[in-house]
């Protein structure tokens, strides 16, 4: 098996048949399988998700839970660095900041526990930053969190679909060693960004990744079957030193065949964008 210089892992829920139809979610009754089938692949760690689904179950919601996220991962060689806030979609930030600043603030400290250094937060769809007024107003309200993020020594990793300048000017008014960007190539795509422009103008602060391919203005789709740019990508990543983790969210195969889904598309980025 080759090893690569960084990790390769996937979004949870991906080696598993989708829950309810969606693409993406915390699979409450079947998260512990997930681990040796990451393991039968080659993969090297899971992004966890916190949604509103499941959140009771998730077992970052107690202590006990915790510990027996820890115990597989370190089990079955699967390390857990990630998580995605995805609870932040279905509860906007801007929509009841109080209520989103209390959540945040819980979820640091539960990460830091489970020994998980980064949240990727999702500004996208209804979570979406619309204007000046909530650029300002989630400014303010990271304000309120970053010192306890940074005693927790947890990351912020910042998802949006601003443009490439707009996002730049965002990120330079937030401090850097809490606050990064979650470079997600997909979504880049589907907006037509350059990746040469996004890298030049914050490739410096990208603190993840998230590997999917997607048409531009349409949805996911197999990887190199869209219009994400993967060799500028790896150049790209070569010239800002990006040396941390891939995390494949890519579009979902047949049902039932995830495993060797996830083997396919793992070896596709092995090919072409690690040197292994």
Known sequence: MMICKFGIGIMQGRLLPPVNGRIQCFPDKRWREEFPRAASVGLQLIEWIYELHGAEVNPLSSDRGIDELKQLSFHHGIAVRSLCADYFMDRPLLA???????????????????????????????????????????IALFGQIVSEARHAQVELHLETDLAPAPFAAFMNQLPEDVFRVNY??????????????????YGT????LHIKDRIRGGGTVPLGTGNTD??????????????????????????????AWADQNRLYVENLLIDC
């Open 205 to 208: 602060r990208i603190g993840s």
């Open 96 to 138: 009841n900041p109080e209520e989103g600043l209390t959540k945040l603030s819980w979820l640091i400290g539960q990460c830091a526990k489970a020994g998980i250094r980064r949240i990727i937060l999702p500004f996208v769809d209804a979570s979406r930053i619309a204007d000046e007024v909530s650029v300002f107003t989630i």
């Open 184 to 201: 997600d190539s997909g979504n880049s795509a589907s907006h037509g960004y350059r990746v040469e422009e996004e890298f030049e103008l």
């Open 230 to 259: 993967f060799k500028a990508l790896r150049v790209a990543m070569d010239a800002v030193g990006y040396n941390d983790d891939v995390i494949l969210q890519v579009a979902r195969g047949n049902i039932g065949d995830e495993v």
